[in-house]
């Protein structure tokens, strides 16, 4: 079982916008920064969001982050089909002194 | 560019061991955290151990301390992975990564920014 909680799957039509959360608690999320990765099948994950809410270069802006509390969310805008893959959420845990990861989201786009 | 490139997974029996390595190129290794990450068949990414940019602080699992011994090379820029007493829970994918990893202003800031494609580890008889 995963320190940080994510849905196993979400699904959307191409170019519409679908949100996937990540919760956790005050010794990750609520009191560090929060970052996102997306794994393609087959292939390593890639970095796309880290301070939160931040894009690495070339990560288009269709994607962003937030966080609120002890939760955070990926948004993904102009979904294309390209962009089904795992979507997992990272973060350190202080009272662990750990890395901790969700357990993974596949976003299916229909 | 910036590449990672591990090797060294492979068969081994339960209670055997092995020395996975990751071959970082093409920026200041001495000037990075580094870290392991790994993802059994069919499940979600696992953080396995983190080490400081000179060696001096180490970081791990759980579930491995005590068997696995995270280090580096900066000679050579290289990360290691010593893995004593595998178990067949152990058989995964083993990524490493750059480890972007740094405490202020009452956060932590971490993040893994570079990826190696990873190197497989099967414990099994």
């Known amino acids: 079982q995963s320190v940080l909680t994510q849905p196993p799957s979400v699904s959307a039509a191409p170019g519409q916008k679908v949100t996937i959360s990540c919760s956790g608690s005050?010794?990750?999320?609520?009191?560090?920064?929060v970052s996102w990765y997306q794994q393609l099948p087959g292939t390593a994950p890639k970095l796309l969001i880290y301070?939160?809410?931040n894009r690495p270069s070339g990560i288009p802006d269709r994607f962003s982050g937030s966080k609120s509390g002890t939760s955070a969310t990926l948004g993904i805008t102009g979904l294309q089909t390209g962009d089904e893959a795992d979507y997992y959420c990272g973060t350190w845990d202080s009272s662990l002194s750990a890395g901790v990861f969700g357990g993974g989201t596949k976003l299916t786009v229909l | 560019e910036v590449q990672m490139v591990e090797s060294g997974g492979g068969l081994v029996q339960p209670g055997g061991s092995l020395r996975l390595s990751c071959a970082a190129s093409?920026?200041?290794?001495?000037?990075?955290?580094m870290t392991w990450v790994r993802q059994a068949p069919g499940k979600g990414l696992e953080w396995v151990a983190n080490?400081?940019?000179?060696?001096?602080?180490?970081h791990y699992v759980d579930s491995v301390k005590g068997r696995f011994t995270i280090s580096r090379d900066n000679a050579k820029t290289s990360l290691y992975l010593h893995m004593n007493s595998l178990r067949a829970e152990d058989t995964a994918v083993y990524f490493c990564a750059r480890l972007r990893f740094s405490y202020g202003s009452g956060y932590y800031r971490y993040y893994m920014d570079v990826w190696g494609k990873g190197t497989t580890v099967t414990v099994s008889s």
């Open positions: 005050s010794s990750n999320i609520g009191n560090n920064y």
């Open positions: 301070d939160n809410n």
């Open positions: 093409a920026f200041t290794f001495t000037t990075y955290w």
């Open positions: 080490i400081k940019q000179d060696g001096s602080e180490k």
